[in-house]
């Protein structure tokens, strides 16, 4: 599996790297998927990072689960969790805690990337604290512009908001706070003319 | 607000930008229109230029236009912030710029329309009074615990047209802070935070053509003292100030019931006269986007108007069609306006010709 390569540059889109080892005193490390294959990368290149390491893994939507793998590698603090909703006041909680020498990383879909972002940058830490390496699916957490609840896992244009039922398309516009797509009503002009879903973001 | 007493200056229009549409153009209004094109054809480019005073009477007579709609827009913005409080945001660390923002409007209202606003000040206690909403507040200037609301929220319900803070950092534009309830088909409550390039993506075209990084660069050399302006543009199916995104399963049919019968009583162009102003204390940027709205049936009454109105749809590439919401009424549109156009040459400048 290589790294995922987004299909086109957009400019509000953040642009993700590669998990490259920085000695610190401690290393969070949260993944999702595919991404638990960067936190591999990871530690073949410092296996030193083991002994003060805490991962947070999240088995991916798609069904993606790497968690035996990663459990073997020896982290400090291993952490299988089932969602990133479930794992969120635990990620809040390491990153308030968060001290000097603290090296932070998220790998993995754009959703949790854009997830630990937002916590990360909630909890104070600069914008730029944070490597991360997109893996995996390119399924996209969705937010109506309508309802503004967040659909996780949309993998197809159009789709049916989870939360309110109306039929949204993908627009390319991304916003960070939110960790984010925005999704707009696709037949509000014409109601009931709904183009078949293709899945565009798989 | 006492808004029943508003209308008691017969210069202010009871209208309405809903339901049963009852908003429009006088005479007047319609000689002082904010014609947007200067040319039979339309591009985008950055078209800064300095926000100094202009023709008297015209909509650049002072630095904030105060109009016959002002009162039944402050209404309306008060009906749309009750429906969703969302539209007015401002991050935390802005509201110095919000104290900034509510001075520099004060200040111009008062300055400009002494008949209906006055601003006094004694250090830091300062004594507001707007006659046209029947308001008469005393507060103490950079302390928000005696104001009803925050500053940019105090004041921008009683400015007409849209307002955004940008916070300038890491040579950037953030845009923080707004009061959005008369938009084009955008979001605060998606866009709060984002970057100047972040904020833009959805328009097609002007990324590529370098528009946003030359406008950019620009702004962040703005002085204090020395605002500028632009013009934007689009089409609006009824005098709808909030068309908004969150709303647009609501209103986006109506673009589906123009007709031949009706496209000039309801189609409108939809002018936004965008003014850009550095803040002293907080050094952020202060965007009005201040929204004029035109029937074509008052429009084609001037008939330079009409002939270029004509052309420049015309012409249009359809990804901005596309883009400003009109490329399926555009036949129509451009049918309905082929009437007026008798293929005389423009004079050049967007001025009505007297």
């Known amino acids: ?202 | 607000m006492s808004l029943d007493d508003a209308f008691k200056d017969p210069f202010f229009r009871d209208e309405s930008f809903f339901g049963k549409y009852t908003y429009k153009n006088s005479p007047a209004a319609i000689k002082r229109f904010p014609f947007p094109f200067p040319e039979d054809d339309y591009m985008y480019s950055v078209n800064m230029e300095p926000h100094v005073s202009g023709r008297p009477g015209s909509v650049f007579e002072h630095a904030f236009d105060v109009d016959e709609h002002y009162v039944s827009e402050m209404r309306d913005r008060a009906r749309v912030l009750a429906d969703d409080p969302l539209r007015c945001q401002s991050l935390p660390h802005m509201t110095l710029a919000g104290w900034d923002l509510l001075e520099l409007i004060m200040e111009s209202f008062a300055r400009d329309y002494p008949q209906w606003f006055e601003l006094h000040k004694d250090g830091n206690k300062w004594h507001w009074i707007n006659r046209p909403l029947g308001i008469d507040d005393k507060f103490t200037f950079l302390d928000e615990s005696t104001l009803p609301y925050g500053p940019m929220e105090y004041i921008t319900r009683q400015a007409q047209g849209d307002f955004t803070l940008q916070d300038q950092r890491e040579d950037n534009l953030w845009i923080e802070a707004g009061m959005v309830t008369s938009q084009a088909d955008w979001s605060l409550d998606f866009d709060i935070g984002m970057s100047f390039h972040e904020w833009h993506a959805p328009v097609p075209l002007a990324g590529k053509m370098g528009v946003f990084d030359r406008a950019l660069k620009f702004l962040l050399q703005l002085q204090h003292g020395a605002p500028v302006r632009r013009f934007n543009w689009t089409m609006t199916v009824d005098p709808l100030l909030d068309t908004s995104p969150e709303n647009y399963h609501k209103w986006g049919p109506s673009k589906t019931t123009l007709s031949a019968e009706n496209i000039g009583q309801r189609q409108h162009l939809r002018v936004e006269l965008q003014t850009l102003f550095r803040l002293p204390r907080s050094n952020a940027i202060a965007f009005p986007i201040r929204c004029y709205l035109i029937s074509f049936e008052d429009l084609v009454s001037q008939p330079k108007w009409a002939r270029r109105l004509h052309r420049v749809i015309k012409n249009l590439p359809d990804e901005l069609a596309t883009y400003k919401g009109f490329i399926r009424n555009r036949p129509l549109m451009i049918e309905y306006l082929s009437q007026f156009d008798d293929g005389a040459p423009t004079s050049p400048g967007w001025w009505a010709d007297e």
């Open chain 1, 1 to 202: 599996m290589t790294q995922t390569q987004s299909d086109e540059i957009m400019k509000s889109r953040p642009r993700y790297g590669v998990l490259s080892y920085r000695p610190g005193s401690t290393h969070f490390i949260v993944a999702d998927g595919e991404g638990g294959e960067a936190v591999q990368s990871l530690f073949a290149q410092a296996p030193e990072i083991a002994t003060t390491a805490h991962i947070v893994y999240i088995p991916g939507a798609n069904g993606t689960d790497l968690s035996a793998a990663l459990e073997t590698l020896g982290a400090a603090v291993f952490r299988k969790a089932p969602s990133y909703g479930a794992a969120r006041q635990r990620i809040q909680k390491v990153l308030g805690d968060a001290h000097m020498g603290l090296q932070l990383y998220a790998a993995g879909t754009e959703g949790l990337i854009g997830q630990v972002q937002r916590d990360a940058v909630e909890a104070g830490l600069p914008h730029d604290a944070l490597q991360t390496e997109q893996r995996g699916s390119l399924a996209r957490r969705v937010q109506c512009v309508h309802c503004k609840g967040i659909t996780e896992n949309v993998t197809t244009d159009p789709f049916v908001c989870s939360h309110c039922g109306l039929n949204l398309f993908v627009r390319d516009h991304y916003s960070r706070r939110l960790a984010a797509f925005q999704g707009v009503c696709i037949d509000a002009e014409d109601p009931g003319e709904v183009p078949p879903a293709v899945e565009r973001f798989k």
